[in-house]
């Protein structure tokens, strides 16, 4: 079963409205966990690194007060997307390591804004 | 910086056929090479990683090299089965498996019986 979920793994929303997404690490803690963008026929891209109890680490290019980055336990980070747009449609994964390394994916969440 | 291009698909195929789905990359020093398996409705997947130059990678009957001369890391299996279909993510990392990964576009995969 999944060890990483994801929810909503699909939400519309209207234009200029905020989105949240929630990502739960189910059997283990992570203090880190990762939250990657993939438009249509594109690669997923990593957009931040979220570190529990501390600020979110962006890539380069993404907007910090856009996607705002919540990691308030050790199973728990959450994205959120403000004031969302049409062109901020897209797939949305995160992603969380074990202390063995291993990584694991939630199941995705697709935001549609109209 | 990084990249990683894999074969567009979609890719259709009869059970039991020959499956190859290509992925070169760019990279500066030796990354870590990974392919990473979606099926539907769940969470991307690790299918099998190679760390180093002429590693070859194997789980679930499919198989990757990595091949440094040529910078790929091509995914193939022999047989492929209905249950396979899926899409398929080449990706690599200089983390050694975790963390920042850079992925392909990914390539949709889907078996007919």
């Known amino acids: 079963g999944a060890v990483v979920s994801q929810h909503p793994s699909r939400v519309i929303c209207k234009s200029g409205t905020s989105v949240k997404i929630e990502c739960r690490s189910l059997?283990?803690?992570?203090?880190?966990m990762f939250w990657y963008r993939q438009f249509p026929k594109q690669s997923l891209m990593l957009m931040a690194t979220s570190n529990e109890g501390s600020k979110a680490t962006y890539e380069q290019g993404v907007e910090k007060d856009k996607f705002l980055i919540n990691h308030a336990s050790l199973t728990l980070s959450t994205l959120t997307v403000t004031s969302a747009h049409p062109e901020d449609s897209s797939f949305y994964i995160c992603?969380?390591?074990?202390?063995?390394?291993?990584?694991?994916f939630g199941e995705g969440s697709r935001l549609t804004v109209l | 910086g990084d990249s990683v291009t894999q074969m567009e698909g979609p890719v259709t195929l009869s059970e039991e056929a020959f499956l190859t789905i290509n992925c070169t990359y760019t990279a500066t020093g030796y990354p870590s090479l990974f392919w990473y398996v979606q099926y539907p409705g769940e969470g991307l997947q690790l299918l099998l990683k190679a760390t180093k130059a002429d590693d070859k990678g194997s789980n679930k009957g499919f198989e990757a090299t990595y091949r440094k001369e040529t910078t790929s890391f091509h995914l193939e299996k022999g047989s492929v089965q209905v249950s396979d279909s899926a899409v398929y993510f080449c990706?690599?990392?200089?983390?050694?498996?975790?963390?920042?990964?850079?992925f392909g576009k990914g390539t949709k995969l889907t078996v007919n019986p």
């Open positions: 059997d283990f803690q992570a203090t880190t």
């Open positions: 992603s969380a390591p074990r202390r063995t390394g291993e990584l694991f």
């Open positions: 990706a690599l990392s200089h983390q050694g498996g975790s963390e920042k990964l850079v």
